[in-house]
């Protein structure tokens, strides 16, 4: 798949978030090892723990539909400054690929990493 589709992707499903608190828009668009392409956006909520990162929305969106290998994501935010993905996203991340690329975009910056550099040590009941 073009880099360039899911960038766009990402993007698009930003416009979709629902960041009434932080005012922090987020898109990803999760590609899986099959060729399927899943999106997702946050959604907050008042109760903030209650709320779900775009990275998540897209990984529980592919899992519901039976995809649980994943290849790339791209994860996308309307700002200037470069963010990186939470704990929890990460963790969730590493349980479904331990070679997942990740882009991650702002307005003024890029950066292209692996789920193992954010996340060399991952909790799994699964040791390889």
């Given at each position: 798949?073009?880099?360039?589709?899911?960038?766009?992707?990402?993007?698009?499903?930003?416009?979709?978030?629902?960041?009434?608190?932080?005012?922090?828009?987020?898109?990803?668009?999760?590609?899986?090892?099959?060729?399927?392409?899943?999106?997702?956006?946050?959604?907050?909520?008042?109760?903030?723990?209650?709320?779900?990162?775009?990275?998540?929305?897209?990984?529980?969106?592919?899992?519901?539909?039976?995809e649980m290998e994943f290849?790339?994501?791209?994860?996308?935010?309307?700002?200037?400054?470069?963010?990186?993905?939470?704990?929890?996203?990460?963790?969730?991340?590493?349980?479904?690929?331990?070679?997942?690329?990740?882009?991650?975009?702002?307005?003024?910056?890029?950066?292209?990493?692996?789920?193992?550099?954010?996340?060399?040590?991952?909790?799994?009941?699964?040791?390889?």
């Open positions: 798949m073009d880099k360039n589709l899911l960038i766009k992707m990402a993007k698009i499903a930003s416009q979709n978030a629902y960041a009434p608190f932080s005012g922090f828009k987020v898109g990803a668009a999760l590609l899986t090892k099959s060729g399927k392409v899943f999106t997702g956006c946050n959604v907050e909520n008042s109760s903030y723990g209650l709320s779900n990162c775009a990275e998540r929305t897209a990984v529980f969106k592919a899992v519901s539909e039976g290849s790339e994501i791209v994860i996308y935010a309307d700002s200037d400054k470069v963010f990186s993905p939470c704990g929890a996203c990460r963790q969730v991340l590493s349980e479904f690929s331990s070679d997942l690329k990740i882009t991650i975009i702002s307005n003024k910056e890029t950066i292209e990493t692996t789920i193992n550099e954010l996340l060399p040590l991952k909790f799994t009941l699964h040791r390889n």
